[in-house]
């Protein structure tokens, strides 16, 4: 599907890419055959729709702000410079940017990741916990209601319990034909993404706002983080990255970057126990994609007891559920 969007003229500007609105050809695989496709609300739709009562859309309106600035919530349940919008584009809405509304039309169900079964507030939990480096907000309190129903009401019309939902994550890639490559992706680094997130990958602030997140580092998510998984970084990064060009990288490039980047150091993953060699065996769920665990250049990755700013290791809202 090629087609072309507007980036936003102030990110490219700053760059200095471009001084006004630019199109630029986007390059997203279809949607295929039999797959939903919803179009998730836009802020100005809530605004035109006198349908919704002005209490919901206090609410909505305070979820979309938590969502776009999750910074707001640093120190308490956020210790590292992201926002919930730094992977997931256009407000939760885009396409192969893991769009957040298919949480909410397919949960609760049971989660791999943590063996039991998840509703949205957990869902979401698990990106405060891992992605965020931080904690979630607790469960039925105004921030974690109003995150929730930012989700709801992206969700509005789509149909329920259907799992083939086109866009869903950030589309998956084949395997790559080469072993990904640490020394391609610094060089492919250097010359696509150190512009906006800098040679050490620890992003760029103006003004101490988050403008570039970082890619590692103690201000990046951790090591339990989805896109520490090299194919879940790769189909981020083909579709999305560099910004405004998705699909302009080959699915290689997009495998050699995702193996640079996560073959940093970034805090420790909350699940850590004894060795990060023993953490990769037990939650191989997910680490078996990942470079945790694994030695590179000399080092461990992942051995160490570093948390970041977050000053615990393990959120209280990590724990086993059993329903007795
Ligand atoms: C560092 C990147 C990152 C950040 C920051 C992040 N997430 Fe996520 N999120 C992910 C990844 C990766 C997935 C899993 C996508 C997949 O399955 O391919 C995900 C999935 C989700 C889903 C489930 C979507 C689905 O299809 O079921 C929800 C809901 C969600 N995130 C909400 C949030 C919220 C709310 C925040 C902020 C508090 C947040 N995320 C911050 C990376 C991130
Ligand atoms: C023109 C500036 C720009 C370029 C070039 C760019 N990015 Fe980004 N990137 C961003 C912005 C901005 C975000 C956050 C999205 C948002 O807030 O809308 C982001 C988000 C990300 C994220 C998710 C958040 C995080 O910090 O982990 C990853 C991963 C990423 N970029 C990787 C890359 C890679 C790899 C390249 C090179 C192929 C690249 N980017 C090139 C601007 C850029």
């Not at 492919?188 to 602030?205: P, S, T, V």
């Not at 997140?213 to 990046?220: A, T």
């Not at 302009?248 to 699940?271: C, I, K, T, V």
Request: charged share 25%.
């Amino acid at each position: 599907m090629k087609k072309l969007i507007t980036v936003s003229a102030f990110l490219l500007g700053f760059v200095g890419l471009a001084h006004a609105e630019t199109k630029v050809p986007v390059n997203l695989p279809d949607a295929p055959e039999g797959h939903y496709v919803h179009k998730a609300p836009t802020m100005e739709d809530l605004e035109a729709d006198e349908s919704i009562h002005p209490e919901l859309k206090r609410v909505i309106r305070r979820g979309y702000d938590l969502f776009t600035n999750t910074q707001q919530l640093r120190g308490k349940n956020v210790f590292n410079d992201m926002n919930c919008s730094s992977c997931h584009m256009g407000e939760g809405r885009m396409p192969f940017s893991g769009p957040v509304w298919p949480a909410v039309t397919t949960l609760p169900d049971y989660r791999g990741k943590n063996d039991h079964v998840n509703n949205i507030e957990e869902r979401i939990a698990g990106c405060f916990s891992f992605s965020m480096n931080g904690t979630p907000p607790e469960y039925g309190s105004d921030d974690m209601v109003a995150l929730v129903t930012y989700h709801h009401w992206l969700a509005t019309g789509a149909k329920i319990y259907d799992y083939d939902i086109a866009g869903r994550g950030y589309g998956s890639l084949p395997e790559p034909e080469k072993e990904p490559s640490y020394e391609r992706g610094e060089k492919l680094y250097a010359e696509n993404c150190a512009i906006c997130h800098g040679e050490d990958g620890q992003g760029r602030k103006v003004d101490g706002k988050v403008q570039f997140p970082p890619l590692w580092g103690d201000n990046s998510f951790n090591w339990g983080a989805g896109l520490v998984r090299l194919n879940t970084a790769a189909g981020f990064i083909k579709h999305n990255m560099p910004l405004g060009q998705p699909g302009s990288l080959s699915d290689q490039e997009a495998w050699d970057l995702a193996m640079f980047m996560n073959s940093h150091e970034r805090p420790q993953d909350p699940r850590f126990e004894k060795s990060a060699k023993h953490t990769r065996e037990k939650y191989l769920n997910v680490h078996k994609h990942t470079m945790y665990g694994k030695t590179v250049n000399g080092k461990v990755l992942g051995e160490h007891s570093n948390t970041g700013e977050k000053p615990f290791l393990k959120p209280d809202v990590l724990k086993p559920r059993t329903f007795e």
